[in-house]
């Protein structure tokens, strides 16, 4: 079955650590993305990829890093300068170009972070 | 600048009633509409969606309005049942005609409680 998939599911990391959050998807979807959610803020998007080898900042991303070596992956770097890291992240995936929107995004089933 | 807004943090309705979501918007660009469901430490999934050619969509117990003068949806959701408990996220994008294709922006979601 086609899918995205992340994990772990939860995750705990010490202060002024950094930690990778994977997220991977056999859609062949083109666009990947990275969305926190914090209670009463929402879905916020932190970074996203359009093309392997491209990506840009969402609204959110000091502290963050991802990089987007192949198609299928899209990891996210939760670095010690995110001041606040604890919250549930949330990796979606979605077509380009195909003439209509579909259904918007495919969303795995989240990471949630806490800083210990 | 939140561009989709859900004013109701929380909505409680008894079992059989109809339930009804609200979401605005501000970017008239906005052509294309979501709503997602999500559990707690799940990833969301797609609901229902509305192009903006439509004022209305239908799937079920599950209806859609737009009122694109208003900039104002809504999601009606007849009748509720128990399994509907769940936060419900408004989305919005504007398709934009290149291969860079769609971001969509989304609401701070709806906490559904049903009461049996």
């Known amino acids: 079955d086609g899918g995205i998939t992340q994990s772990p599911k939860y995750l705990f990391r010490k202060e002024g650590q950094n930690v990778t959050l994977s997220c991977e998807q056999n859609?062949?979807?083109?666009?990947m993305y990275w969305y926190r959610q914090d209670p009463g803020q929402g879905l916020r998007l932190i970074y996203y990829s359009q093309i392997v080898n491209d990506f840009q900042k969402g609204d959110i991303a000091e502290g963050y890093s991802v990089s987007r070596e192949k198609k299928e992956s899209f990891p996210l770097t939760v670095t010690s300068a995110q001041k606040n890291p604890t919250a549930f992240y949330l990796c979606?995936?979605?077509?380009?170009?195909?003439?209509?929107?579909?259904?918007?995004?495919?969303f795995g089933s989240g990471t949630r972070l806490t800083v210990v | 600048d939140q561009q989709v807004k859900q004013n109701s943090p929380s909505l409680s309705v008894q079992e059989g009633r109809i339930s009804i979501l609200n979401c605005d918007y501000t970017?008239?660009?906005?052509?294309?509409f979501l709503w997602y469901k999500k559990y707690p430490a799940e990833g969301p999934t797609f609901l229902i969606s509305?192009?903006?050619?439509?004022d209305k969509n239908e799937d079920g117990r599950f209806t859609v309005f737009l009122n694109k003068s208003a900039k104002h949806l809504s999601l009606h959701i007849v009748p509720s049942q128990p399994g509907d408990s769940a936060v419900y996220f408004c989305a919005a994008s504007a398709f934009i005609r290149s291969y860079t294709g769609n971001q969509f922006y989304f609401g701070t979601g709806t906490s559904l409680t049903v009461i049996p």
């Open positions: 979606a995936s979605s077509l380009l170009g195909t003439g209509g929107h579909g259904y918007g995004y495919t």
């Open positions: 859609l062949n979807h083109d666009a």
């Open positions: 970017n008239s660009m906005f052509d294309y």
């Open positions: 509305i192009s903006s050619i439509k």
